[in-house]
């Protein structure tokens, strides 16, 4: 609040006051005046200095409190107490004689001010205020205490130190610039000034792009600077920096990030000290260039540089060497939950293991992130005895990386997913090489992750496969090539009671497409959540118009979802606009969940379908046994039904595993009051046996396979 806003308000409190003063008087002397006029007056002015931005209180003329507004003792700390009628210095024992003597001059009838004056916190700390203090009259004129006015401005007084010792600061013989999180340049000192050849006036609103030396630094080095920043909010180091005239020239720089208050990064600061020494700079900047400053591992530059040489020894001499690209397994989720130092921990020490288990002339380098590369440049010109040895390698890697190591008093086990490629004199390019060990580490991961797979050609032209599927399927609900089946759910008199919609894909042109090939795609390529919402739409259309016909009006129609639909933000928005659009019975509507949902935030998973089921709508667990099977988070779930996978139902007449399975979950689902669904129920002696055990719901081809919806009608009609 600026003083002339200031003095404004004090004048127009102290304006309302005499006011409403006079109106008191004049009413109290009015005969037509009641006692509730009074009070309401009285009100207005309490609800008007309760809610004032500045504290008020009002004190007698022993200096006694007879009011205290909320922000009053809320800038001063005092809470729990009843000040009223006690001593103002015996509540605020700090107060100055100086302050103690404006106070007395101020009973006498003068008014005083103070712009800013420390204050003492009962708790001993220390705080900055401004007031005013006015004078108030009896009826008589004679002064009756003193009203105090007064403003918190602590928060301001801090910002004006930082910015006094920033300032000075900024006066340093270093170099320093501001910039935004864009790299925008927003301020610079003097110091830097000299070193770039720029005045200030030039570089305000440039990108510090412009000092960029492209002789001495690739995008790389600029990129893993850059991410350091982003991981740890820092990086130091020697860089060379072209200046105004085109020259580049050796500079010491430390980057620090400034946070904001949601923690993302809303400032740069850069300080620059020249390099003395010349060669020691020019040492520096070339490990800089090289090596990767966490690990100080060969960096991305000099693997390419070494791999591409290997290539041609390998060509010359004709002998075979080998490529190992290895990535850390949900590295991501160690800097989520345990912190990014942590994660570089984890990475030093995944270093030290590559370091300790290669020879000489092999290079171990980080790529960046998580991900590691190692060159075997010689393995013999045999390539069996090459491959023998890889494999020795590799496993020796693996297992290095996968024993336990203390990270500061915690005993942490890392894993990686490894993919390996051979070359020889007949290999193609650096950039081929590391596609195939890139598609070598994919099928790693897709395999479950901690483990180990070789390229081959069949795995390229199975990932050629796979890129051209998902282009195909991106567009094909927009060329109607999706569909939905339906595959009766019957009890155990055989009667329909509902039915499971299952997606179909067929091309045009091409043979139907196993949903047990392209979903899998679909979850990959991050296609699932828009077919998942295609799906679900098509499934409250067949309800709507199921609902119109007699024979299928309280048919129960299930619908998979897939954990990353269901962790979308807006899932339940989009589930009720579903249902509210077609106009259906939402208790009609069953949600299959798997139990892959509950690897992640359960609490979050239960609270989403309580949600739901307060609409009505039931859940079911789908392949109920096969997944993440926590009895703790079960009873917790709001489920309403069980599915037992049809892995269990295959084998029943002579697996006495299948059938302990089968029981266990049926007397669970017993205990928790749930029905249960036996999926892939093909034969007359798997359904007796599931009847005789309780089970009363099935689904399988012995009711029917998944069926058109002309098909699935004209099957309900029958069985009517």
């Not at 890697?397 to 336990?404: C, D, N, W």
């Not at 067929?506 to 828009?530: N, W, Y």
């Amino acid at each position: 609040m600026n003083d002339e806003h200031w003095l404004a308000f004090v004048n127009v409190v102290n304006e309302t006051y005499h006011q409403v003063d006079r109106e008191r008087r004049l009413l109290e002397n009015a005969v037509e005046v009641t006692a509730q006029e009074l009070t309401g007056v009285n009100k207005q002015l309490q609800l008007f200095i309760e809610n004032a931005p500045t504290g008020i209180v009002m004190l007698d003329s022993q200096m006694r409190y007879l009011y205290a507004s909320r922000r009053w003792l809320e800038d001063r700390k005092i809470e729990g107490i009843d000040i009223i009628g006690k001593s103002y210095y015996e509540i605020s024992p700090n107060i100055s004689e100086e302050n103690k003597r404006l106070h007395q001059k101020c009973l006498l009838g003068e008014s005083a001010c103070c712009n800013e004056d420390r204050i003492i916190y009962p708790d001993g700390s220390c705080g900055w205020i401004r007031w005013e203090i006015r004078p108030w009259m009896h009826s008589d004129g004679a002064v009756g205490g003193l009203i105090f006015f007064s403003e918190d401005i602590t928060i301001r007084k801090k910002a004006e130190e930082e910015l006094r010792i920033a300032s000075v600061a900024f006066q340093s013989s270093d170099g320093m610039i501001v910039t935004d999180h864009l790299g925008t340049i927003l301020r610079v000192n003097t110091a830097f000034e000299k070193i770039s050849g720029y005045l200030a006036e030039e570089l305000v609103g440039k990108n510090t792009s412009i000092f960029k030396s492209v002789e001495y630094h690739d995008e790389a080095f600029y990129r893993n600077l850059w991410e350091a920043v982003s991981t740890e909010g820092k990086w130091e180091g020697s860089v060379w920096n072209r200046n105004k005239e085109g020259r580049t020239v050796p500079v010491w720089l430390s980057i620090s990030a400034v946070k904001g208050e949601d923690g993302t990064h809303t400032h740069y600061i850069g300080i620059y000290s020249n390099t003395s020494d010349p060669r020691e700079a020019e040492r520096k900047i070339l490990e800089l260039a090289y090596y990767d400053p966490l690990t100080n591992l060969p960096n991305r530059r000099l693997l390419l540089d070494r791999l591409n040489q290997a290539r041609i020894a390998a060509s010359r001499n004709h002998v075979y060497g080998a490529v190992l690209l290895i990535d850390i397994d949900r590295f991501k989720s160690i800097n989520d939950t345990r912190g990014h130092d942590m994660g570089d921990q984890v990475l030093m020490a995944v270093a030290q293991s590559l370091r300790s288990n290669l020879r000489e002339m092999d290079t171990a380098a980080r790529l960046g992130g998580d991900e590691f590369i190692v060159l075997i440049p010689d393995l013999g010109s045999n390539a069996e005895n090459a491959m023998h040895a890889l494999n020795l390698i590799a496993d020796k890697l693996h297992k290095s990386i996968s024993e336990p190591v203390n990270l500061n008093g915690i005993i942490h086990t890392t894993t990686a997913s490894v993919g390996i490629t051979l070359f020889s004199d007949k290999t193609q390019g650096t950039n081929e090489l590391l596609k195939e060990a890139d598609l070598a580490l994919y099928q790693a991961k897709a395999a479950g992750r901690n483990t180990v797979r070789f390229f081959n050609d069949a795995m390229h032209i199975q990932f050629t496969e796979k890129i051209t599927m998902e282009a195909s399927l991106k567009r094909a609900m927009d060329k109607g090539e999706l569909s939905l089946m339906y595959q009766p759910q019957v009890d155990q008199l055989g009667k329909v009671i509902g039915a499971e919609a299952l997606l179909r894909w067929s091309p045009v042109d091409l043979e139907v497409i196993s949903p047990d090939i392209f979903i899998p795609i679909a979850e990959e390529a991050g296609l699932i959540i828009s077919i998942g919402e295609w799906a679900l739409k098509g499934a409250c259309a067949q309800l709507r118009r199921w609902s119109q016909d007699e024979g299928t009006q309280n048919l129960v129609l299930s619908v998979n979802i897939s954990a990353k639909q269901f962790r979308k933000e807006n899932f339940i928005e989009m589930v009720k606009s579903a249902v509210s659009a077609a106009g259906i019975n939402p208790k009609l509507l069953k949600l299959e969940l798997t139990e892959s949902l509950l690897l992640e935030d359960v609490d979050a998973v239960i609270g989403t379908m309580n949600v739901l089921r307060e609409l009505g709508i039931k859940f079911s667990m789908d392949d109920f046994g096969t997944g993440y099977s926590s009895l703790s988070y079960l009873k917790r779930l709001p489920l309403d039904e069980l599915k037992i996978d049809k892995s269990f139902v295959l084998d029943i007449a002579w697996d006495e595993g299948d059938r302990a399975i089968i029981r266990s979950i049926l007397s669970l689902a017993q205990t928790l009051k749930l029905d249960v669904v036996a999926e892939g129920v093909e034969t007359i002696e798997q359904r007796d046996y599931l009847l005789a055990e309780g089970c009363c719901f099935y689904q399988g081809y012995l009711y029917g396979k998944p069926l058109s919806e002309e098909n699935f009608q004209s099957l309900v009609n029958s069985l009517q």
